[in-house]
């Protein structure tokens, strides 16, 4: 079945510092991909909506600046996490659709990354 | 995006069935009521969708009502790996964009 990969699964990194996520449709190609944050034992919540060869749409509240989206192919999108605060210590998960499947076909997860901001 | 009402959380006995209910009264005629999953630590897996009519796949089955205000996820014999927070959505594809918006889902526990 369809696959997303992300990478790093864990990343601990200093204050100050920034972090890039990966984001991989594996099988399949997608030209929007989501990006979700969870804090523990809270729900995820959507934080933008990635899009292949253009500007990401962010949901508000999320600061753009700080979350650096990049899609610049068909099975890869990227995260940013700039000038890290423990704040943003989280599990970012991603997610996409193979859109070559009906239009109400399933998102497919990755399997997240902890980041740990220290 | 329409709501959905979920409770907080769930018992079951290992090998019997469970009954994960939702409420979603302000249903659309475009959207379509999708279950997720998510165990610890990991994220969402897809556990099934329907529009209207009831739906059955390997993992579960998906009773929706007549009036499409509410549905029940049911896993015929839970193990000790179902458990896990599921999480009903509703997904309208009228608006294209295809996005998932996550309530604070069921946290279903299975006792051996």
């Known amino acids: 079945g369809a696959v997303v990969s992300q990478h790093p699964s864990r990343v601990i990194c200093k204050s100050g510092t920034s972090v890039k996520i990966e984001c991989r449709s594996l099988?399949?190609?997608?030209?929007?991909m989501f990006w979700y944050r969870q804090f523990p034992k809270q729900s995820l919540m959507l934080m933008a909506t990635?899009?292949?060869?253009?500007?990401?749409?962010?949901e508000q509240g999320v600061e753009k600046d700080k979350f650096l989206i990049n899609h610049a192919s068909l099975t890869l999108s990227t995260l940013t996490v700039t000038s890290a605060h423990p704040e943003d210590s989280s599990f970012y998960i991603c997610?996409?659709?193979?859109?070559?499947?009906?239009?109400?076909?399933?998102?497919?997860f990755g399997n997240g990354t902890r980041l740990t901001v220290t | 995006d329409a709501k959905t009402t979920q409770p907080n959380s769930m018992e079951s006995n290992e090998e019997e069935p469970v009954h994960l209910p939702c409420n979603h009264s302000?249903?659309?005629?475009?959207?379509?009521i999708h279950w997720y999953r998510q165990l610890p630590s990991q994220g969402p897996e897809y556990v099934i969708h329907?529009?209207?009519s009831n739906v059955n796949n390997r993992m579960a089955s998906l009773a929706i009502a007549e009036d499409r205000k509410s549905s029940t996820l049911i896993l015929h014999r839970a193990t000790l790996r179902d458990a896990a927070v599921y999480y009903c959505?509703?997904?309208?594809?009228?608006?294209?964009?295809?996005?998932?918006?996550f309530g604070q889902g069921t946290t279903l526990q299975v006792k051996p």
């Open positions: 997610s996409a659709r193979d859109e070559t499947g009906l239009h109400n076909s399933p998102l497919h």
């Open positions: 099988d399949f190609q997608a030209t929007t």
């Open positions: 990635s899009n292949e060869g253009s500007k990401a749409t962010y």
């Open positions: 302000t249903i659309s005629g475009t959207d379509y």
């Open positions: 329907g529009l209207t």
């Open positions: 959505i509703l997904r309208d594809y009228s608006s294209n964009t295809g996005k998932l918006i």
